[in-house]
């Protein structure tokens, strides 16, 4: 049974920082891509980082680039999520995501259940 489940999530400033992490279980984690989405209420989820299962291949969406950087520790079986410089419009329910290939859409294969992100003006 696959399972991904995140944490690090919490309360910040705006301006501030968080690392969001996201424990995997059940799978080869080592030949899984892995993703961050994010989701409000009442608004679709969207896209924010990926990763291949080497590391060596990134992707943000334009909202969180040069802000976030995605990382990973295939011998921990974790991928992370370092946020810095936040914005209120960064606040949204947190999740991260597996699949085979690198991409944007959410045609991934597996789902965490969330971490909440709250960023205060």
């Known amino acids: 049974q696959v399972q991904l489940v995140e ?3 919490g309360l910040v400033q705006a301006g501030g920082s968080l690392r969001l ?6 799978l080869t984690f080592s030949s899984y891509v892995m993703g961050w989405f994010r989701q409000n ?14 590391g060596s291949s990134t992707l943000y ?32 329910d947190y999740y991260c995501a597996a699949t085979r290939l690198l991409r944007r859409d959410r045609l991934y294969d597996y789902w965490g259940r969330g971490t909440q992100v709250t960023v205060s003006s």
Do not use: H
Not at 41 to 54: H, L, M, Q, T, Y
């Open 41 to 54: 209420p009442g608004k679709e989820r969207e896209f924010v980082a990926a990763i291949s299962w080497s």
């Open 21 to 26: 992490s996201c424990a995997a279980s059940g």
């Open 7 to 9: 944490s690090g999530g």
């Open 61 to 92: 969406a334009d909202s969180v680039k040069g802000r976030f950087t995605i990382s990973r520790d295939n011998a921990k079986n974790t991928v992370y999520l370092q946020m810095i410089t936040l914005k209120p419009e960064d606040t949204a």
